[in-house]
Each structure stands twice: as structure tokens, then as C-alpha cells.
């Protein structure tokens, strides 16, 4: 299984997918809400990540 992630303090997700042509399978942006949890906790950067590029 392969990896490509991408993550930092702020950045256009829209534009990393058009420049890269690959479709995230995850993705999610600093100050979003964790969920699945007991206490409220929000993500601390923005992520881009995608898996399986091989396949």
C-alpha cells in the first residue's frame, strides 16, 4: 500500500487536487471537529492525503 499526504498549517485543497490530478481519499482542514469522541477537540493543521496510488 502507498501513501501521499500533504499536510500543513493552512492551504487550498482544490488546488493541490487540480495540480496533482489525484483524487484525495481523505482530506480535512485546521479547525475542524474531531469526531467519535467524548470531548470536543479540533484539528490542529490541514491534511490531504491519498492511498493506493499504485492500484
Request: aromatic share 12%.
Amino acid at each position: 500500500m502507498v501513501y501521499f499526504t500533504i499536510f500543513g498549517e493552512t492551504f487550498p485543497l482544490d488546488y493541490v487536487t487540480d495540480k496533482l490530478g489525484i483524487t484525495p481519499t481523505m482530506t480535512y482542514k485546521k479547525g475542524d471537529v474531531i469526531p467519535r469522541r467524548s470531548k470536543t477537540l479540533y484539528r490542529k493543521e490541514t491534511e490531504q492525503a491519498t492511498k493506493n496510488l499504485l492500484m
